[in-house]
């Protein structure tokens, strides 16, 4: 997927998302709605394309706040701003000590999603996709041993990632208080990689509130 295509994509994106609002189920009012909430989560991803290929998973954090709009009913468009920690591990073995390496990533993203919720009093689930653009603005790398480094090993260089274009996709519930709504999601994202773009997987799970 090559950045140059994400304009006419977005634009498309966007076209999708509000008509599945106007086609939503309305009050009898026919008044659209606004929500803002805020999501705390975890990031379990790793990073891949190239010589970053089979590396293992990193944990890191996640918070941020989305805007909610849409009709009473089925379908809503939920642009979010999201800080996420992303990144890769690796293991080998290096003068007779267990080396890993880490690649830390701090990435800003705005996944735009459309999001379908089952009308419920109490417990609604929740089904969620949509493109997601990130933009890496912390970039690290580390040796980790159990023992000494080798005095011959070079700390790595920290790998040349930029802005990039993906997929999420997840499910959740909320779950509705008298002050608010609690939320729980649960996300897969995809950023292919190409030519000389590294790209990323992995999962997320958040908690947030909303009014």
Not at 149 to 165: F, Q, T, Y
Request: with cysteine.
């Amino acid at each position: 997927m090559q950045l140059s295509n994400f304009p006419r994509r977005l634009v498309f994106f966007c076209l999708l998302a509000v008509g599945a609002c106007l086609v939503s189920p309305r009050s009898a009012q026919g008044q659209t709605t606004t929500n803002v909430g805020v999501r705390l989560g975890v990031a379990s991803m790793t990073i891949d394309g190239g010589a970053q290929n089979s590396r293992g998973r990193r944990t890191g954090g996640l918070g941020g706040g989305y805007v909610r709009f849409g009709a009473p009913g089925w379908f809503s468009f939920q642009p979010e701003l999201l800080y996420v920690q992303k990144g890769a591990s690796k293991e080998f073995r290096a003068g007779g000590t267990t080396v890993t390496e880490v690649d830390k990533l701090g990435v800003i993203e705005i996944p735009l999603l459309v999001r379908m919720k089952v009308p419920s009093t109490k417990l609604s689930p929740t089904l969620s996709a949509g493109p997601v653009v990130g933009h890496v603005v912390r970039s690290a790398s580390a040796l980790e041993a159990e023992g000494p480094l080798p005095d011959d090993l070079a700390p790595p260089v920290p790998s040349n990632i930029g802005a990039g274009l993906g997929l999420m996709i997840g499910a959740g519930v909320n779950v509705q208080l008298s002050s608010g709504t609690f939320t729980v999601d649960a996300r897969y994202q995809m950023e292919p990689h190409a030519a000389q773009h590294v790209g990323n997987q992995g999962l997320t799970f958040t908690v947030g509130y909303e009014r």
